[in-house]
């Protein structure tokens, strides 16, 4: 059974940072592209940041470039994303995907993939 669990969410002030960790059991990690994305109420969901399989490959948003950090370590079967100077904007559940289409940091069109339950960042001004 896949298992994708997200951790390391909370509420944090503007200019502050943030690192959530996604940890995957049920699947050969490292056989996988794998993606941060995020949905605010009211809002699409959209690709947040992107990695391939061996973590030589990233894909950010133009949103938050230069603010933050996607890695992996496929050892330990877990994905990081280390936010740094976040805004209120930033505000929204962040998930954890595998078998994302990591060249445009979306869903790949025609695969589930396996998904997190999300965990929730809040960015006060």
């Known amino acids: 059974q896949v298992q994708v669990v997200e951790s390391g969410g909370g509420l944090v002030q503007a200019g502050g940072s943030l690192r959530l960790s996604c940890t995957a059991s049920g699947l050969t990690f490292d056989d996988y592209s794998m993606g941060w994305f995020r949905q605010a109420p009211g809002k699409e969901r959209e690709g947040v940041a992107c990695i391939n399989w061996s973590g030589t490959s990233t894909v950010y948003a133009d949103s938050v470039k230069g603010r933050f950090t996607v890695s992996r370590d496929n050892a330990k079967r877990t994905l990081y994303l280390q936010m740094n100077s976040l805004k209120p904007e930033d505000t929204a559940m962040y998930y954890c995907?595998?078998?994302?289409?990591?060249?445009?940091?979306?869903?790949?069109?025609?695969?589930?993939?396996?998904w997190g339950q999300g965990t929730q960042v809040t960015v006060s001004s």
């Open positions: 995907a595998s078998d994302i289409d990591a060249a445009e940091c979306k869903k790949a069109p025609g695969i589930a993939g396996y």
